[in-house]
């Protein structure tokens, strides 16, 4: 601890910095003190989970001019409790992203009761939804992490996944291309990096090869990398689909309900305290991406922090198709250290997609699209596709990656309190790994519950394969004219620039994770995804969801609690 | 699937879709249908409760509605096929229509004549670059006025408006009418959007103050919209650091321009105008594909409804000659023709047509254009090498207020022209 002191002392960044730190016998690091700014927060961090030896960091640093306001929630505790204990359940599930909707729907095949507690008033509204939808073949995951076994055995997996549950998923390639000797280096790590990842069919390209797969290319390049396993989807898309299947096999999703505390029983059993009432339960996996270890503190077991990374992305309009097959990556002129550079891909609905970016950010909840976020994944966008035009853009977003200061994936049985399973630090290549990251989490929980002499059968009714979703708009006329004879409801377009129909909406309402809010019917059925953004739809689309869910359309909201659309009926 | 034969289609209901098909029965095109989308014929008229519609063609102050109404009337005393609640899939080269609707399914229309008219949509933030949060509370001036006209409710309480049009003009005034406080308009450009009689019966009436030169940079909120960043603006739109200003709102209502809906005409390949957004058409409104018209806002962005019903009716009027030629087995469209151009000169930032057949006009034709930047005592001319077609003074011109330039019948086309506008010389004649 002395060397790190010393060494955080003698840093000229850091002389503003006042630190003390401990190390306890399992090599987690606790940092106590303050710092001037935020990044330096989390380059101390950094700096410290560096060491080693170190397993992880505990960083409790304030940064100067940041105040992070927490909420107090003892009367909301306390009101939570008078309700009682409203559900038993063996596994509770706390947080519905990739990674609790992947877990659920793998234990969804087990005989046991899954519940799934979400805050927000859908599935997939956090990190889940604001990123890249890249299904990364694991090249550029640090060897010899957790992050990149389970990225190659999660890209891998993911065929499986598309065939059970029918959500989009292209196979596309991913090309990254070289300017300079000192990008032919780092790409020669990289291939390297993918070799020892065990990543299928990475290779470098010469500049003829480059130019043969990518004839398009800019400039004059020297030369580039194929990883040819890379794979997009509409991560959202995703999310639903394991959501409804693992619903439809039997798991209880609990929207708009936020965790509060957990009491750990003296049986061993918890209870986990939700604004809706108590769930006991036999294990807790904790999936509450940004905000799990608030979630691990609950349970007095605090060996890593997260840090709040943004990246910001842009969607440009589907008429602009771009030259190129794979998604493309020249080297980022300015890069993150612990960014991939983000690139530049098509959408499986053919949207062309740029960034992210990545920015250390102090509040978790901030997902503020800044200027400098759009200037940076516009310049990953522009450096591989010059024609690329600002004018085309459709949409904006960000999202917020839940990085630990190790940067990998954090995924055990808590050491100190039985039965509570941390999943946490899943950011890139988060949606990538989930596959795998569901299989681990099965075999953890498995091992553990037939080690207590339980036995876990698989249910004869379960039924891995996700109703299959009409799709208006990717049949041909004739099929088209068919399914409105079968039902006049997919005759009523109610999204012009998607081309969905009423009857699709309709479908969804019927979901076994049932949309509420205009968001969600956008994530399940794209209305309101295309160029005009819902300008047109969106009242339709309120219309339908008051009439389907019998409600006022004051009460229909954007998307939770709070986003209100409309507020008043007018004079 | 059904098919159905048709002389002509037209493509929207709007007041460009009624002007065309009246005119076209008019005359005498026998087979027409009208494919709107919605339940009632009208478009955005509809949603228009506000008077100052009609101006010009009736001499009269009417609601949307009314000016709807009048068109309405007329081609509803006509024997064209009103197709209602029926949205058009696809348009092929060859003039194939695929539009579907819940009780006929899937229709192909096969056509000898297509007048496009589907009118336009709005920008939306992000095609303005306004950052921050994704929250409700962020409408565009048009889906303001859907809630607020034509379902009964309202958006909010307290409201910014970013863009100076005139739509953004008409909904500060209803706003205020319906009881929510209008904090402001704030407009990028360093002159009003709209039209000086909606600054004066919007704005002024009501208090609302108006800024130039500053825009809205930036959303705040988590959930629900909470209030706005706006900064002031350099020369070249960009926010100048330190200029900015927070304000406490509930709703950020853009009306911040309109791009006309082509992507029907962009699925059946024909060229778009980057200037304009619409199609390249020539003096009869016809595309660049034999027996495809434009008309209205699809073309490019018009102001007045009058306007866009005159080019309904031009395009009705071409498509009337394309098919009386086309019967009696007379070479007909582009192979018919030389086309000249007609390109914006000085301080024009766009005209339209954009091509005129060579030859001599068989009857008055309009140029409609834009100019760059407010200005006053310039004359607007059109130029064929060193002859001047036409020619007119205008005492204050602005780029809200589209003009037109009107060469008379009997003048021959047989070179490119050159629409542009000029400052008045104090001796010139």
């Known amino acids: 601890m002395q060397e790190l002191l010393a060494n955080i002392k003698s840093d000229a960044r850091f002389e503003q910095c006042s630190v003390s730190a401990s190390i306890s016998e399992d090599g987690i690091v606790t940092l106590e003190g303050s710092a ?94 604001a990123n890249n939808g890249d299904i990364h073949p694991g090249h550029k995951a640090k060897p010899g992490t957790l992050k990149a076994k389970l990225n190659v055995r ?58 043969k797969m990518e004839p398009e290319v800019p400039g004059d390049p020297m030369g580039g990398l194929v990883a040819p396993t890379m794979g997009v989807v509409e991560p959202f898309q995703v ?86 097959h794979h998604a493309m990556s020249a080297m980022p002129r300015k890069k993150d250290a612990e960014s991939k550079g983000g690139g530049y891909a098509r959408t499986p609905e053919g949207n062309i997609l740029v960034g992210p970016s990545a920015v250390e950010i102090p509040d978790k909840e901030d997902k503020s699209m800044e200027e400098s976020d759009f200037d940076y994944a516009y310049d990953r966008g522009k450096s591989i596709y010059p024609e690329l035009d600002r004018r085309d853009v459709i949409a904006m977003y960000a ?45 953890i929980l498995k091992e553990d519950m037939e080690a207590s002499g339980r036995t876990v059968s698989v249910r004869e009714d379960y039924k891995p394969k996700r109703r299959p979703q009409v799709q208006f708009r990717r049949l041909s006329h004739e099929e088209q004219d068919a399914l409105i004879r079968e039902n006049p409801k997919y005759g009523h377009i109610i999204c012009r620039c998607e081309q969905i129909t009423e009857g699709e909406i309709l479908d969804v309402l019927h979901s076994p994770v049932v949309p509420t809010t205009v968001d969600a019917i956008k994530r399940r059925t794209r209305a309101g995804m295309g160029r005009c953004q819902g300008g047109f739809c969106q009242p339709r689309v309120v219309e339908i969801l008051a009439r389907e869910l019998d409600k006022d359309w004051t009460q229909i909201n954007l998307k939770g609690r709070g986003a209100y659309i409309l507020e008043r009926r007018s004079r | 699937m059904k098919t ?31 494919i709107e989308r919605d339940l009632e014929l009208g478009g955005i008229l509809q949603q228009c409760v506000h008077d100052g519609f009609g101006l010009h063609r009736f001499q009269k102050r009417m609601s949307g ?37 819940e009780t006929e399914g899937m229709l192909l229309y096969e056509c000898r004549a297509i007048i496009l008219a589907m009118g336009c949509r709005e920008r939306t933030r992000n095609q303005v670059f306004i950052y921050g949060s994704r929250t409700s509370g962020v409408l565009t001036a048009g889906a303001v006025q859907r809630y607020i006209n034509m379902e009964g409710y309202l958006p909010g309480r307290k409201a910014v408006i970013l863009g100076s049009g005139d739509i953004g003009l008409i909904m500060a005034r209803r706003m205020t009418l319906e009881g929510m406080e209008v904090e402001g308009v704030y407009e990028v450009m360093s002159s009003p959007g709209g039209l000086t009689r909606n600054i004066v019966q919007c704005l002024e009436d009501y208090d609302i103050p108006l800024h130039l030169s500053t825009t809205v940079v930036k959303a705040h909120g988590r959930e629900r919209l909470t209030g706005v960043t706006v900064a002031k603006v350099d020369e070249n739109r960009r926010p100048i650091p330190g200029t900015e200003r927070y ?15 082509n992507e029907l005409s962009r699925g059946a390949g024909i060229e778009i105008d980057p200037r304009t957004q619409g199609p390249v058409i020539d003096q009869n409104f016809m595309t660049s594909i034999d027996g495809i018209f434009a008309a209205g806002n699809v073309v490019a962005v018009f102001d007045l409804v009058d306007y866009v019903s005159e080019t309904g009716e031009i395009a009705a009027r071409g498509a009337a000659r394309y098919l009386k030629e086309q019967k009696e087995g007379n070479k007909e469209g582009h192979s018919a023709h030389t086309y000249k151009n007609v390109t914006a000169g000085e301080g ?31 004359v607007l001319s059109c130029r064929m090498g060193d002859e001047t077609l036409a020619k007119k003074k205008e005492r204050f011109v602005a780029p809200p207020e589209m003009l037109v330039s009107r060469v008379q019948a009997g003048c021959c086309v047989d070179n490119d022209l050159t629409v542009e506008v000029r400052k008045e010389v104090p001796h010139e004649r």
């Open chain 1, 239 to 324: 999310c639903v689909a394991l959501a409804e299947n693992a619903a439809e096999n039997g798991v209880e999703f609990m929207l708009s309900t936020e965790l509060l505390d957990i009491q750990v029983m003296e049986d061993g059993r918890f209870q986990a305290v939700t604004e809706k009432g108590i769930l006991d339960a036999a294990y807790i996996i904790d999936c509450a991406g940004i905000h799990a270890d608030e979630v691990a503190q609950m349970v007095n077991d605090e060996f890593y922090t997260l840090h709040a990374r943004r990246g910001g992305i842009a969607i440009f309009d589907k008429r602009v198709t771009g030259p190129y």
């Open chain 1, 399 to 443: 999202g917020i990656r839940p990085a630990d200061y190790k940067e990998d994936f954090i995924i055990q049985m808590s050491g100190k309190v039985h039965g509570f399973i941390h999943v946490a630090g899943i950011q890139s290549p988060g949606l990538a790994s989930a596959p795998a990251i569901a299989e681990m989490v099965e075999g």
């Open chain 2, 348 to 378: 024009v930032n766009f005209v339209i047509p954009q091509k005129v057949a060579a030859g001599e006009l068989t009857q008055d034709m309009a140029f409609y254009l834009r100019v760059k930047k407010p200005d006053e005592r310039v």
């Open chain 1, 154 to 211: 999660g890209n891998e997996l993911y065929d499986k996944w598309q065939e059970e549950l029918g959500f989009e998923l292209v196979r596309c390639g991913q090309v990254n291309v070289a300017y300079s000797e000192e990008d032919m280096r780092g790409l020669e790590k990289i291939y390297h990096d993918g070799i020892a990842n065990d990543v299928p069919g990475v290779r470098m390209l010469t500049k003829e090869e480059l130019l």
């Open chain 2, 247 to 261: 304000i406490d709102c509930d709703l950020l209502v853009l009306a911040v321009g309109l791009i006309p809906e």
């Open chain 1, 36 to 129: 001037d700014s935020w990044r330096h927060v989390v380059d101390i961090g950094h700096l410290a989970a560096s060491f080693p030896g170190v397993v992880n960091v505990v960083n409790h640093l304030s940064a100067e001019g940041v105040r992070i306001e927490k909420s107090d929630n003892t009367q909301r505790i306390r009101e939570a409790r008078k309700r009682g204990v409203i559900a038993s359940a063996d596994v509770v599930i706390v947080g519905a992203g990739i990674s609790g909707c992947g877990i659920a729907r793998e234990l969804s095949k087990y005989d046991m009761r899954v519940i799934v507690v979400e805050r927000n008033a859908d599935v997939s509204e956090e990190a889940t939804k």
């Open chain 2, 4 to 34: 159905i034969q048709v002389d002509l289609a037209v493509i929207g209901g709007g007041p460009a879709g009624l002007a065309a098909v009246a005119e076209a029965k008019r005359q005498g095109i026998g087979r027409v249908v009208l």
């Open chain 2, 65 to 101: 509605g009314q000016y709807a109404e009048a068109f309405i009337r007329d081609v509803e005393a006509t024997d064209a096929c009103i197709q209602d609640n029926t949205m058009v899939l696809e348009i092929t080269p060859d003039k194939k229509i695929y539009a579907v609707n």
